[in-house]
């Protein structure tokens, strides 16, 4: 069974810093794009950042370019999504979601992903 685990959200002050984490399980850690993903109160799901299978390609969305970070560790088959000088804005639900790649490549796409983690509450206080 297809697991992903997201944890690491919490309450922060803006200006402050997160790293979330995503935890696999139940497919081929290193046969997949990873991408985190988030949503606020009455807005659309948007994806953030992502990391193609072996690593080597990271992506973001411009709203979190430049102060993110998105890095795996193959043997504790979880990726991490460091967040530095969080704001406001950045209160979501944050999700991560995995899907297999013929290419060592990834997107922002919610289509381009079919498994999904229950996501971690990230709140910025001003």
């Known amino acids: 069974e297809v697991q992903l685990v997201e944890s690491g959200g919490g309450l922060v002050q803006a200006g402050g810093s997160l790293r979330l984490s995503c935890a696999a399980s139940?497919?081929?850690?290193?046969?997949?794009?990873i991408g985190w993903f988030r949503q606020a109160p009455g807005k659309e799901r948007e994806g953030i950042s992502c990391i193609s299978r072996s690593g080597r390609g990271r992506y973001y969305a411009g709203v979190v370019k430049g102060r993110s970070t998105i890095y795996k560790d193959m043997s504790k088959r979880t990726v991490y999504l460091e967040m530095n000088n969080l704001k406001p804005d950045d209160t979501a639900v944050y999700s991560c979601?995995?899907?297999?790649?013929?290419?060592?490549?990834?997107?922002?796409?919610?289509?381009?992903?079919?498994?999904w983690g229950q996501g971690t509450q990230v709140t910025v206080s001003s």
């Open positions: 979601a995995a899907e297999w790649r013929r290419w060592d490549e990834c997107g922002l796409g919610n289509r381009e992903y079919t498994s």
């Open positions: 139940g497919f081929t850690f290193d046969d997949n794009a």
